[in-house]
C-alpha cells in the first residue's frame, strides 16, 4: 500500500516506468572476476579477528596493570571475540634506560597479568622501551649481562628471534624488528640481515595468500608528522625514532609482492590509516593511551579490532575500553 498524499502518489504509468528501471538495474548489477553471468557474486568471507593491543607500557604505577586486565577483559567479552592476540610493542613501560631490578619488575607484572586475564593466544613484536640497557649510562649496564638488549624480552616472549613469520586462517603474519641501534638510542630501521630474510619470507609465499606485517614503529603513517610541533621549524621534520627511515625500500619491496595487503604498528600513541600502493597502513593507537595519563591528543586508551577476508581485505575499528586515569 502507498501511503503518499494525493499530490506525491505516482501515476501507474510512473509505476510500471520504476520496476523496468529496476529491472534493468538487476540485468547489469556487475559481478566479481570469475563469477559466471546471470550468477550471483561472489562474497567474501571473514576468515579471522584479530585484536591489535599496542604500547601497553605497563608499570605498577598509575594503576597500569589494572588497566591491562581492564582492556584483556573487554577484548573476550566482545560479542564478536577475537581469535588472536597481537600485541604491537613497548610492552613495559621502559627498560631502554631503567636498571636490571626495575626492568625485572615490569615484565613480571606483564607476566602475572597475562596469565591471569587472557585466555587468547598472543603473537608479540618488541618496542623500543622493550630493550634493555641500551642506555648503558641510565640502565647502569655495560652490555655484557645475560639478558642485555633484546635478550629479556625475546626470552619472555618465548622466541628466538625478533622477526619471523607464520600461517594463520589462510593469511601469512610477519612480526618485523623496527628498533635499530644508534648510539645510546634507537632509529626505526631494518638492518640488512632482517631486510634479507624478509625479501626472501615473501618471495616464499604463494600467490593467492594475503599477508599482513606487523612493526612497532610505522613504516608509514601520517600521525608522524603530528607528534609534538614538528612544523616549528617551517618544515615538517619527521625524526628516524618516529617512523621507519627506510620506508622507500620497504615499500619498493612490497610492490615486488603484492600480496602484502596490511600493515599495522603503534608507537605514536595515535590512530590513522594510509592506503599507498594496495597496501593498508593502521597505526593503532595505545592501550595505555597518554602513558596512563589519560588521552594523548586525539587517542583515547584502546585497541584495534581488526578483520581479515579471504580475498585479502580488511577492517578495522578503534575500541576504547572505558578506562578512568586514577588521579595523581
Known sequence: ????????????????????????????????AG????????????????????????????KADQGLAACLRHVQNLKDKPEILLTGGDTVMDSFATDEARTRLQWELWQKVIKNECSLPVES??????????????????????????????????????YRSFNRAGWHFVILDSTFPEGDGYVARLDDEQFEWLAADLAGVEAHTPMLVMSHM?????????????????????????????ARRIKDLFLK?????????GHLHLVDRAEYAGV????????????????????????????????????RRYVTYGWKTPEG
Not at 593507537?285 to 585479502?312: K, M, N, T
Open 125 to 162: 613484536c618488541l618496542g623500543n622501551h622493550d630493550v634493555w640497557g641500551w642506555n648503558k649510562k641510565a640502565s647502569r649496564t655495560d652490555g655484557s649481562e645475560p639478558l642485555w638488549g633484546k635478550k629479556w624480552a625475546l626470552e619472555v616472549f618465548d622466541v628466538s628471534r625478533p
Open 257 to 265: 609482492h603484492p600480496k602484502v595487503k596490511v600493515c599495522l604498528s
Open 1 to 32: 500500500m502507498y501511503a503518499g498524499t494525493d499530490s506525491t502518489r505516482p501515476t501507474r504509468r510512473e509505476l510500471i516506468r520504476s520496476a523496468g528501471l529496476a529491472v534493468a538495474a538487476l540485468a547489469v548489477r556487475p559481478t566479481l
Open 35 to 62: 563469477a559466471p553471468p546471470g550468477q550471483e557474486p561472489l562474497q567474501r568471507q571473514r576468515v579471522l579477528r584479530i585484536a591489535h593491543l599496542t604500547d601497553i607500557h605497563v608499570q605498577p604505577e598509575r
Open 218 to 246: 610505522p613504516i608509514l603513517a601520517p600521525s608522524a608528522f603530528l607528534c609534538g610541533e614538528r612544523e616549528k621549524s617551517g618544515d615538517w621534520v619527521v625524526p628516524r625514532s618516529y617512523m621507519h627511515i627506510d
Open 280 to 315: 593498508t597502513y593502521y597505526c593503532n593507537g595505545a592501550v595505555s593511551g597518554a602513558w596512563w595519563r589519560g588521552d594523548h591528543y586525539e587517542c583515547q586508551p584502546g585497541y584495534a579490532a581488526i578483520d581479515l577476508f579471504d580475498d585479502g581485505t580488511s577492517e
